[in-house]
């Protein structure tokens, strides 16, 4: 009776539908480990232009995209704050990245400006873009420290400097995050 049974578990061991399946599973949990290491090595950037330059945001932390439209101007505030919409009832501020930036103002405007709205902690503040080029996945091998690259930026606000392609010139990464909790936007905050 032993001898039949290890017969019988010799034959499941040489089963091809067996041998088959386990293969299968294997290759499928190689091409997922494979997927997980590339999405690591990646980052989400939004592209936009602002003043002539581009530059680059985390994804993940745009809400929305929407038409720069009616903005209510807010009294004594600076003039990188444009002032506020009201979007689906929220009050969100809006700021003028070129301003805030201090870059020279040009016809860009005109092109198709945008409201790049962010949330950062629950905070939702909209950037005022001349136009967005897209959402592009970068491959953390094309991110450059900020010493390495001019820019006009504050050091403090970048995340670094990124270079979709070969071809192509490089861009600042902003750090929203730094730019927001910054001090240029403290002063609504206490």
Known sequence: MADQDLEKSKIEELDPAKIIEEMREEYWKGIAQAEDETEQQRVQLLVAEVAGEKFAMDAVLCRTITKFGYVTRVPRTPAFMLGVINLR??????????????????????????????????????????????????????????????????????????????????MTYLDVVKIIEGPELSFGRK
Do not use: C
């Open 89 to 170: 009832g929220q009050i969100i501020p809006v700021i003028d990245l070129a301003a805030l930036f201090r870059l020279p103002a040009g016809n860009q405007r005109q092109l198709k400006p945008r409201l790049v709205v962010v949330e950062v902690e629950g905070s939702r503040t909209a950037f005022l873009a001349d136009r967005i080029e897209g959402i592009d996945f970068i491959d953390l091998s094309r991110v450059r420290e900020s010493e390495t690259i001019s820019s006009p930026v504050k050091a403090e606000y970048i995340k670094g400097h990124v270079a979709p392609r070969e071809d192509e010139g490089w």
